[in-house]
């Protein structure tokens, strides 16, 4: 495995794209800015679908794929080019991270990652 470790306390996600209910077959997809489902998380969760996965487990792995393709955007690696050491990272941001609770008042529901510093001097004010 790669040695290089990117300086992950230092990464912060844009709020790029979203999850939203979808009609048709997989009942949740994460969309782009432009709104327009990102392919590669759509192949994926068409898949997920077809092995018999419940709508609230699709939810839960599109909002997961949205944090993944988001890293991969800030990264600067294309999806079909990740690989173990971008895992890695990925993992050691979300430990640095804590989730913070988001209302949304326009039904698309967000995430709201951040890092631990943050949340700490929000509340500390």
Request: with cysteine.
């Amino acid at each position: 495995m790669n040695e290089y470790s990117r300086d992950v306390r230092s990464i912060r996600l844009p709020r790029w794209g979203h999850v939203a209910a979808n009609p048709g077959v997989v009942p949740w997809l994460v969309f782009d800015e432009e709104g327009r489902a990102v392919e590669p998380v759509r192949r994926y969760l068409i898949d997920f679908v077809a092995r018999y996965n419940r709508p609230g487990s699709v939810r839960s792995y599109a909002f997961d794929l949205l944090r993944w393709w988001r890293w991969l955007r800030v990264v600067d690696v294309p999806w079909n080019q990740a690989t173990p050491v971008e895992g890695r990272d990925f993992a050691l941001w979300l430990g640095a991270t804590v989730k913070v609770p988001q209302c949304c008042a326009d039904g698309v529901h967000r995430d709201g990652w951040h890092h631990q510093s943050d949340h700490q001097e929000a509340l500390l004010g």
